[in-house]
């Protein structure tokens, strides 16, 4: 009778291991992915309410930004197209994010299916090991 190898000497065990590392690695990357999102919702959420608040000023009121350690006053125009540009340059973050995510639930789902695979070529080895072993 012929010794058999373990099974977790077997290249095909060893390249599931791999993928499975992939696969984690993929998993956690997409948690640090929506923690970045979260927050630049927040970010953005934030700066739509100051929107709104300058959108009730008079156009005469005296607004202040802040600049290190000072106040600086500033026209409200000035501000509003400040706030309104950090708006858009915050939604473009997002879609870059989301965009992101996608790539990488779709990764997911390819490693997802090759495990499957790989977990059921694992079976039939360990299958065919016992049976020999029974023989």
């Known amino acids: 009778m012929a010794a058999s190898i373990p099974l977790q000497k077997t290249s095909l065990y060893q390249k599931y291991q791999k993928e499975v590392e992939e696969y984690k690695e993929l ?31 008079e156009d005469d009121a005296v607004v202040y930004k802040k600049s290190g350690p000072v106040l600086v006053k500033i026209e409200l125009e000035e501000a509003r197209s400040d706030v309104g540009n950090k708006i858009r340059i915050i939604e473009d973050q997002i879609k870059q994010i989301d965009t992101q995510i996608k790539n990488i639930q779709s990764k997911i789902e390819n490693k997802e299916s090759k495990l499957s695979s790989m977990q059921q070529e694992l079976q039939k080895q360990i299958a ?3 049976s020999n072993m029974k023989a």
């Open 27 to 57: 998993k956690r990357e997409t948690g640090v992915k929506y923690e970045k999102r979260t927050r630049l919702d927040t970010t953005k959420n934030e700066n739509v309410m100051m929107m709104d608040e300058l959108a009730r000023l």
């Open 128 to 130: 065919m090991t016992q």
